[in-house]
């Protein structure tokens, strides 16, 4: 069975995304496990330098299996009212189809999946569950607006540092004349920036009965859910490049002159998406069939798009919701079951 697996996933790895690691979020027996060097070569979705850095860093693997599991949440999460819903990462058998290879939703995976790693990684850290990395306790002395850093601010260093050498590897192995390759890894850096721009300072007060005298901070990652929705904005605005050979260099540009140059923290793409409305599981397409929408809204997630004009059902269901809560003296609140018919809208 085990070698069976294997074998598909050799023959899957040919034409695949360059993020099959995500994997490690889908396996569940591995819990604990991950103090073993040995496991590492075992370890689905993995290519040569990943289960390198695997070997020497066992340790980080728990989070880099967090780091993947948050990835995948958080792109379900930003796209669940799309026609692609980040469906792509629900099973093995789907995994890493070609339909999104070159386009803005790769862009986002990538993006995600980078920044998540460095996310856990660092947390990691900061948690003292790591020997080779810790809080930064660098930072120290009055600042300017007059309160003192504490002492254990999120490093950053090592968790970007671990995401480079984790998630960029596999590309640069492609060798950066490939354009799909500088399309990752200028998407994978743009995700680990979206994490580093956002870093905020958080203070706690001391002094009596709650005044102010002294104030110690430190700098914290932002939630994860934040980099979510700033990569998300990234995606609506991602920049269309192809590749231009400036002197001895390949480099992607913007496909039309009229557009914007992108900067570090933007995604780019090489392939417009296709519309993904039909079924095509050759090439890992869902398609809107069965999906649900809403009938009256304009955007994305109404009826008219979602479908894609196909039209949609609508068919009866029961929610069952509390209502007519009453606080009662003291301390609860007692609540009544009501249940009322909505319809509820489905893409043919
Ligand atoms: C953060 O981590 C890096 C790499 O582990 C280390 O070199 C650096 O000294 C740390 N920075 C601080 C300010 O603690
Ligand atoms: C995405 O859509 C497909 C159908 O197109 C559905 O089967 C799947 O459950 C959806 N996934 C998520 C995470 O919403
Ligand atoms: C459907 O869309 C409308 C308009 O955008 C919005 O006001 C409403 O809350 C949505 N309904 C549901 C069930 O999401």
Redesign the pocket.
Known sequence: MEIVWLCMVLILMQHVLAVTWLHLAKQTSLRGALRDPGVCAGLTGLVEEQVRVCRRQVEAMEAVKRGAELAVEECQYQFHSRRWNCSTLQGLQVFGKVAIQGTRESAFIHAISSAGVAFAVTRACSRGELEKCGCDRKIRGVSPEGFQWSGCSDNLSYGIAFSQAFVDNPERSRGISSSRALMNLHNNEAGRKALLAHMKVECKCHGVSGSCEVRTCWRVMPPFRKVGNVLKEKFEGATEVHPQRVGSRKLLVPKSSRFKPYTAHDLVYLLASPDFCDRDPRRGVFGTSGRQC?R????M??CELLCCGRGFHTTQAEVVERCSCKFRWCCSVKCKQCRHRVEVHSCR
Do not use: H, I, V
């Open positions: 809403n009256t809204s304009p955007a997630d109404g």
